[in-house]
């Protein structure tokens, strides 16, 4: 068990560019979620797959966003036309069952 | 629209004392979480509450949840310079499709000192 994995670390963009980051959940977790946190903020829930379905997603998650989940594997989260107000940590999360999440550490985005 | 309040949100305590941590939500639910954030990390796990009474230590920490009341408490017993971190609860609002989506609360930064 590697835990839930992200990449990259730290991305630093100019407005406009889109950008894109992945997670891989621990293999055996069939539930994904993505979750923003600003500074000084809690997270605050973006969208969430079971299995490759995406079943919810947050009013957050403006038209900029698209998330996929292929073949109920890992995920990515792009966004397009990035704006300085999409600064923040972007964390993944997975679960196998409805009671126990794991987070990763998380891709903190910069828009200069 | 589920809201999920801590308070204090800022905690500075001296080590040794006890101190608690209120988590207030709003609608209905059983399942309850406490996380600790260090700068810059992810979101470790405490805790899960999953009844109403239910309460769970590790160390120097315990939490209980009732449910009745919409509050979580987080106790800190003869606090130590390492629980210096964030603290967070969140909520996983009962029933639909809401299930596995966690509100949290603002965070409470608490800070041990000599």
């Known amino acids: 068990d590697t835990g839930v994995s992200q990449n990259p670390r730290h991305k630093i963009t100019k407005r406009g560019q889109n950008v894109t980051f992945r997670c891989d959940p621990i293999?055996?977790?069939?539930?994904l979620y993505w979750y923003r946190q600003t500074l000084g903020q809690g997270p605050e829930f973006l969208t969430y797959?079971?299995?490759?379905?995406?079943?919810?997603k947050s009013r957050l998650l403006s038209d900029r966003f698209s998330a996929e989940r292929p073949k109920g594997s890992f995920s990515t989260l792009e966004i397009q036309r990035t704006e300085q107000g999409d600064s923040a940590m972007y964390l993944c999360?997975?679960?196998?069952?409805?009671?126990?999440?794991?987070f990763g550490s998380g891709t903190r985005l910069t828009v200069v | 629209e589920l809201k999920v309040e801590q308070n204090p949100l800022f905690l500075s305590m001296q080590e040794g004392k006890n101190y608690t941590i209120y988590c207030n939500y709003s609608?209905?639910?059983?399942?309850l979480y406490w996380y600790r954030q260090d700068p810059g990390k992810s979101l470790e796990s405490l805790f899960v509450?999953?009844?109403?009474?239910a309460v769970k230590q590790e160390g120097r920490l315990m939490a209980s949840l009732d449910t009745k009341a919409r509050l979580s408490t987080l106790h800190i017993t003869a606090a130590v310079h390492d629980l210096s971190a964030t603290y967070f609860c969140?909520?996983?609002?009962?029933?639909?499709?809401?299930?596995?989506?966690?509100?949290f609360g603002q965070g409470t930064i608490l800070t041990v000192h000599p």
């Open positions: 609608t209905t639910s059983d399942r």
């Open positions: 509450l999953l009844s109403n009474g």
């Open positions: 293999s055996e977790h069939n539930r």
């Open positions: 797959f079971q299995n490759e379905a995406q079943l919810e």
């Open positions: 969140a909520v996983d609002p009962r029933g639909g499709t809401s299930y596995g989506k966690l509100t």
């Open positions: 999360a997975s679960s196998r069952d409805l009671y126990g999440y794991t």
